[in-house]
């Protein structure tokens, strides 16, 4: 009797020791990041994106997406949401500088939430957040996954029905050898398709990198895109074009490293040993985040008056 008592007990252990092992992870993934790491994916994401690197940017973007609270330092916890990004990463070419934006805007509201931490820091980040351009419109139609298979499970459902039923029908092996035909065709188109659209994804994320419209500014050539586009009518992109110039120019003066991986609040913050450099490049900045992240209207007279504003940051060395 006791032989098989002991005979019992090792199932019984091993059991517990499955049962704890699969609890202890799970347990282990709702424990939320903290504020410095939640920032550190943000910046890895962020100089990701700007680079034009859609590898690593899926690699970290899976943590920010996964991620709906954050400590801070003060052991506050706030709640985010980056749906957006999984949305903006499901096309095959997805739009990074769209992306490099949306990101640097909600890592400015995280520095300027982490700084302060005010009472109502995690309204303040909700109400940022359910703005444009991180609140979008919910799709209708169905995506571009979605409908392949939908037309692979058409096309498999027509081939093989009619085989099936003459199969069943006759009951020799003609009807089995055209399925097994068919199925090796099929899985050649497939193969074929995965392969193109790899090559495809190749190419374009190579040439994205080599291909940055942004790689190679100046500040002169950057004043003459805004130029361009304000006679053409697209103030918003010009406005983007005049505030890296102004950044451009900074750098070229030796006042301000340009990096793309900084944010806006940032930069400033790179200014505090220069007050007067700071406050006049303060407007143009607050300027740029109203035109290009608020999408405030913007016309003639008011771009005239943005770019006085650049001017004036130009005037005194």
Do not use: K
């Not at 790491?37 to 690593?56: K, M, N, V």
């Not at 050539?221 to 103030?235: C, E, K």
């Amino acid at each position: 009797m006791q032989h098989r008592r002991g005979l019992l007990r090792w199932p019984i252990f091993l059991l517990l020791l499955v049962v704890l092992g699969s609890v202890a992870p799970a347990t282990a993934q709702e424990v939320p990041p903290d504020v410095t790491t939640y920032e550190g994916w943000l910046r890895e994401a962020l100089a990701a994106a700007r680079r034009g690197d859609q590898l690593g940017l899926e690699a970290v973007a899976t943590n920010l997406i996964e991620t709906e609270t954050v400590v801070l330092n003060d052991d506050t916890r706030i709640s985010v949401d980056n749906s957006w990004l999984a949305a903006a990463l499901e096309p095959v070419a997805p739009d990074l500088p769209s992306i490099a934006d949306r990101l640097g805007a909600v890592l400015d509201a995280l520095i300027q939430v982490g700084q302060s931490a005010p009472n109502d820091a995690q309204q303040r980040l909700t109400d940022i957040l359910s703005r444009p351009p991180f609140v979008e419109a919910e799709p209708t139609g169905n995506t571009w996954w979605t409908q392949f298979l939908d037309w692979l499970f058409d096309i498999l459902d027509r081939l093989f029905r009619p085989v099936a039923d003459a199969g069943a029908a006759t009951g020799d092996l003609f009807g089995y050898v055209v399925m097994l035909i068919c199925g090796v065709l099929l899985a050649g188109v497939i193969i074929y398709l995965l392969l193109n659209m790899r090559r495809s994804l190749v190419h374009e994320v190579r040439a994205a990198a080599v291909d940055d419209p942004e790689a190679n500014l100046t500040a002169t050539t950057a004043l003459q895109q805004a130029s361009t586009l304000a006679r053409d009518g697209d103030y918003r992109t010009a406005v983007r074009y005049l505030y890296l110039s102004s950044l451009l120019w900074l750098d070229e003066q030796g006042r301000l490293r340009y990096d793309r991986a900084l944010t806006n609040r940032e930069y400033l913050d790179r200014l505090n040993s220069n007050p007067d450099l700071q406050a006049r490049l303060v407007p143009i900045v607050n300027t740029f985040d109203r035109v290009w992240y608020g999408y405030a209207a913007l016309d003639a007279e008011s771009f005239s008056e943005y770019e006085r504003q650049v001017a004036a940051l130009r005037e005194r060395r």
